[in-house]
């Protein structure tokens, strides 16, 4: 196993985003750990990028994160209720990120079982099991990931609240790259194939 590092993270984002296809997201306190694989994510290119919150180098408190180097945590909330989990890429002073869209569950199914349904993972349908992590507030509710977990840098471990992606050698898959999904108001934008998934994986959101 190889805990990705700061050099991972500082590279161009449309790269940083299909490499992480296949990585395993990690979530660890001292209560529980839980990990997914990532099998969807999504390139936002700011100040450029119509559909990126940093478009037009746009700076605000929320925003603020994603000006830092790359492998930080960068979380927002959407609808007032869910939260999307990001992870901010390129050199310092280039505000970009790739949202991760979807997951596939690889340890403590119990934990997300509990977190999205509240029952026992052997109690659930087929299709909530599909829908555990297959989008990017079902698989923050999983992981136990939100507004405490923004802005944590993903390179160092403090103990407390780690957040961490590595590498366990998973190869073998063939990535699809299609237009991002609800970004009808970013113009042009709307149809940049900035959106990777792992071809056929189950848990792949649905538009």
Not at 11 to 26: A, H
Not at 45 to 53: F, I, Q, R, V, W
Not at 106 to 124: D, G, I
């Amino acid at each position: 196993m190889k805990i990705l590092n700061r050099d991972f993270f500082v590279r161009d984002t449309l790269t940083v985003s299909k490499e992480l296809l296949g990585k395993v997201l990690v979530h660890q306190t001292p209560e529980y750990a839980v990990a997914g694989r990532i099998v969807e994510t999504e390139a936002y290119l700011g100040p450029e990028d119509k559909a990126a919150h940093s478009y037009g180098g746009k700076i605000t408190p929320r925003t603020e994160i994603m000006y830092n180097q790359g492998g930080y945590s960068y979380i927002f909330a959407i609808y007032g209720m869910y939260h999307c989990f990001n992870i901010v890429t390129e050199k310092q002073g280039t505000p970009q990120a790739t949202l991760i869209r979807a997951l596939e569950p690889v340890t403590n199914m119990e934990f997300m079982s509990e977190m999205r349904f509240n029952k026992a993972y052997t109690n659930l349908s087929s299709k909530q099991i599909r829908g555990l992590t297959n989008g990017p507030g079902k698989l923050c509710i999983a992981m136990g990931i939100g507004k405490e977990q923004n802005k944590i840098d993903m390179c160092e471990r403090n103990g407390k609240d780690d957040i961490y992606v590595y590498d366990d050698g998973c190869k073998g898959y063939e990535i699809i790259a299609s237009p991002r999904i609800n970004i009808d108001y970013a113009e042009e934008y709307v149809q940049m194939p900035w959106r990777f998934t792992i071809k056929q994986n189950m848990y792949v959101s649905r538009k």
